[in-house]
């Protein structure tokens, strides 16, 4: 049985250079998690991945970025499914941070509590959206495994994040399961 991966972008969306873009471009077993509004992350976000849960088939992958992140572990936190093996957090935006960006501060609280999955919490050492501090307190509630990648900043197109080979093994590797290239 083939696993789907979700891709889950964050506050924007996640453009077409965007390493996200690429993941989903190049293997038949990703698919997208489209919003209504890439500019608002709330409820409505963690119900359309829900909705997207419900109707893809099979063992799933969700592989969230930022406020994308941050919405795969409210939905594990309120929907826990089976058939979720594992999630790949990458650079969670701290939504509940004073000084996070006024557009995100909608999707607030983080989850306080452990996952009902096997996850990974991918951090850097320099994001301007997530202190190592928070990334370390986060995993730690979460029950997440933490993966630092040295001078990343938020691991975004800014970043330099396009293609992102050593991005795509990690996640085959973490998550035991393979990509398939179209």
Known sequence: MTTTFIIVPGYTNSGSQHWQSYIERKYHNVVRVIQDDWNAPNQKWIERLNDMVQNTEGELVLIGHSCGAVC?????????????????????????????????????????????????????????????????????????????????????????????????????????RGFVRR
Not at 162 to 167: D, K
């Open 72 to 176: 795969v572990a409210q939905w594990a936190s309120q929907f826990p499914n089976h058939r979720v093996k594992a999630m790949i957090l990458a650079t969670p935006a701290d939504v509940d941070s004073p000084s996070a960006l006024l557009d995100i501060q909608q999707q607030r609280p983080l989850p306080n509590k452990k996952l009902p999955s096997p996850s990974l919490l991918i951090y850097t050492d320099n994001d301007p959206h997530l202190g190592t501090e928070k990334a370390h307190q986060l995993a730690e509630t979460w029950g997440s495994q933490l993966m630092l990648v040295k001078g990343g900043e938020h691991l975004n197109t800014d970043a330099g994040y396009g293609e992102w080979h050593e991005g795509e093994r990690l996640i085959e590797e973490f998550t035991g």
